[in-house]
């Protein structure tokens, strides 16, 4: 991806001299930051936010389980799905345009969803959301690494709208349950119009961005959207319907057809949009089933007991919101300490021991009953947490360091949709499980046994099969 190379900014606006084209305007750097953190901000925020108002949104819009699934798994799919070729649109466009685009888009699919007099327009609309999100976090990227030349501070630059991201995880819920609780449901979706118009704001403050020929592969795309939808419907309607029912099996037999079509139509282009020789390397394939099992677990612990806080134990959404401060205002820190840890003993350490540690606290999920006091199950979140801050960011370094540099960009995108399919699968898996309330502690205790379980593999996966350290593996 080039970088534009700017002159020093002057007090005077330079002017071109005959026959040669005016000087590019330059970026501020703090706007440019400022622009991108705000735009994966409001993304990560949105990903969690969403879930303590889960209880309120069916009481409104009287909404079963598989409604509720789809409106966080509508997002999630989207997002999962466009994140493979969004890069490439974003070169093609120009990061900016293509960052403006996205922000819009999402500025009014989240006006939709608090607007939705019914459930379908605002799962429809959720799903534009997470379109637009996948389009905006790596925009959000280019226009850091076009604008910070200087390799230490854009270093320091990807860190801090890294750690932003985080923020916006650990605020979500209890965002959620203040808004939920004090206003309504749609306030959760209206935080979102500020945050699009300033953002929007601060773009005509940047400069263009170079534009790349790039190409576009739309069979890919297509076939990769198709798979998740197929799979993602196959698993929440499965436990509505039954897993034996016409609609299911159809679906899964699609969602099949898709993958065999993607796994071609990659195999033959000259130029893929997931070049299939990265799955050759152990190590990127420990990686991204570490990444599938932490986010399954983290965003499948935070939807289940969303709903147990609220429909199980009739807290409020401020309450609920409230019960996951704890485990959320500990991830930052904690991912800083990955970081550290991972620069000296490196990746395969933090991220062996995180993995434990969330595996940990699942096991422990097994004593929380109806009648359990509300503080035991607040305390055990914190190790899940805990563990997925530990790890995370040891996920995408293990994977950077070792593979070939110019792979590095697809390879970063394919780990982030694993992550985010992790999360989709596991409300719609664990969602269908809970869905019958009659039987919701059979629910839980299932969903956390299967949780540990994905966890324990991958663990073990992680300390036998990563490089001791970072650096670039031959496997």
């Known amino acids: ?103 819009a888009a999402f500025t009014v699919a989240s006006l939709a969803c608090g607007l939705a007099p019914n459930l379908g327009t605002l799962i429809g609309a959720r799903m534009v959301q997470g379109g637009a999100a996948a389009l905006m976090v790596p925009a959000s990227l280019a226009l850091i690494r076009q604008t910070y030349t200087d390799p230490g501070k854009r270093a320091r630059a990807i860190a801090i709208w ?169 991830i930052s820190i904690v991912n800083m300490a990955g970081v550290k840890l991972a620069a000296r003993k490196g990746a395969r350490v933090p991220m062996a021991i995180g993995q434990l540690i969330m595996a940990g606290g699942s096991l422990l999920m097994l004593t929380v009953t109806p009648h359990t006091s509300f503080w035991i199950p607040v305390l055990l979140l914190v190790p899940i947490g805990l563990g997925g801050g530990l790890a995370v960011p040891s996920l995408t370094a293990a994977i950077l360091e070792n593979i070939d540099a110019e792979r590095a960009g697809t390879a970063a995108a394919v780990l982030n949709t694993f992550r985010q399919v992790g999360s989709c699968l596991a409300v719609a898996a664990f969602g269908a499980l809970i869905a019958d309330t009659s039987h919701f502690q059979h629910g839980m205790d299932t969903s956390f046994v299967i949780s540990v379980a994905m966890l324990l593999v991958t663990a073990v996966a992680t300390a036998l099969l990563l490089p001791r350290l970072t650096h670039r593996s031959g496997d």
């Open 1 to 103: 991806m080039a970088i534009l190379t700017r002159a020093p900014r002057t007090d005077r606006t330079p002017v071109a001299p005959a026959g040669e084209p005016p000087a590019p305007r330059r970026s501020s750097t703090t706007t440019v930051l400022a622009a991108a953190l705000l735009a994966f901000f409001v993304i990560s925020l949105d990903g969690s936010v969403v879930n303590v108002a889960l209880p309120a949104i069916s009481d409104n819009l009287r909404g079963s389980m598989a409604d509720l699934q789809w409106i966080v798994d509508g997002y999630t799919l989207m997002f999962a799905a466009f994140m493979l070729s969004a890069g490439t649109f974003s070169d093609r466009i120009g990061a900016s345009r293509a960052y403006a685009w996205g922000l």
């Open 162 to 330: 890294t750690a932003a991201g985080s923020v916006a995880v650990a605020v979500g819920p209890v965002v959620g349950g203040m808004l939920t609780s004090g206003l309504s449901w749609r306030a959760v979706f209206y935080l979102n119009l500020p945050v699009g118009a300033i953002g929007l704001a601060l773009l005509t403050r940047i400069a263009p961005s170079p534009r790349r020929a790039a190409p576009v592969d739309l069979l890919g795309q297509l076939s990769v959207v198709v798979s998740l939808a197929g799979l993602t419907y196959a698993v929440i309607e499965g436990g509505r319907e039954g897993w034996g029912s016409a609609g299911v099996l159809g679906t899964l037999v699609v969602a099949a057809v898709a993958v065999a079509v993607f796994v071609l139509t990659q195999s033959r282009s000259k130029q893929p949009m997931v070049p299939l020789s990265i799955f050759k390397s152990r190590t990127v394939l420990v990686c991204l089933a570490a990444g599938f099992s932490i986010n399954a677990v983290f965003y499948g612990a935070i939807f289940l007991l969303g709903m147990y806080f609220q429909q199980v134990r009739g807290a409020s959404p401020v309450s609920a919101g409230a019960m996951f401060i704890p485990m959320c205002a500990l």
